[in-house]
């Protein structure tokens, strides 16, 4: 049995060689093929280009020897079925030719906490079902903020509300507490400083770190007196990038 000369993937009319070391598993492949073909690059046009997309791959159905052999296809939706396959492909061909494809699908897959209500925080991943389980081909792109929430000033106490004796929240909500509200393109839970006593202007001096895509353009704060919310903020995130030198700025789309 001669070794193959590496994999030749075929997404449309499109064929792109990987030579030398064959993969060892179904995710490794699918990731050797979206690297091959930018499939990270895509950018959404509307809406429906955000849902999840959904990588495929197919071997030839090589078993077969007879003439018709290379017209049909197998799922290679396992190691299991990987190995299989190039263990076929390779007694007959030079390259191991797998197909591509590339699906969006509505439905909804497992997924990691931190999304937006109404739609995945994700930028556009790309995944792919190995035996019934999703995973991460392309992992989205994501930047990170480290906000500081330092005081407030000129708090109006004389509206401070008391705590409710009857609340079932937990005694550390007493207090005064700053809450970085979850919002579009914001990754993660939402973040809530210490509670402090009430005062005209409490202080934390606390740092987050936040992670980030494209789809953010605004951070939302909450003031929060013994557990009610007494008032809120919003930064829009072209009001921070002012501030940033344009030598330290980075591509906006």
Known sequence: LMPAAGVQFRHGTICKQSP??????ALSCAKRAAHLFGLAQAKPT????RLPRWLRLYGEDLAKGSKGAGKLVVPIDSDEALQSYIEVAG???????IKVCM???SFKAPTEAGEAEGGSDLSMPV???????????????LNQVVMEVVEAKKLPLSVTPSPDPESEKPAASNGVTVVLRKVSGLVGEEQVTKAVEPNAAPSWNEEFTLRCNH??????????????ELGRAELAIESLLDKIPPSRRGPIS
């Not at 030398?20 to 598993?25: A, E, F, H, Y």
């Not at 509307?46 to 280009?49: A, F, K, M, R, V």
């Open 20 to 25: 030398g070391q064959l993969p060892s598993t």
């Open 127 to 141: 995944r792919i079902l190995l035996d019934g389980v999703p995973h991460d081909v392309v992992s989205p792109l």
């Open 215 to 228: 789809r953010l353009h605004k951070f939302r704060l909450a003031i929060l007196v013994n557990g009610q």
């Open 91 to 97: 007694w007959c061909r030079l390259w191991v030719e």
């Open 46 to 49: 509307n809406e429906s280009d």
């Open 103 to 105: 699906e969006t699908c």
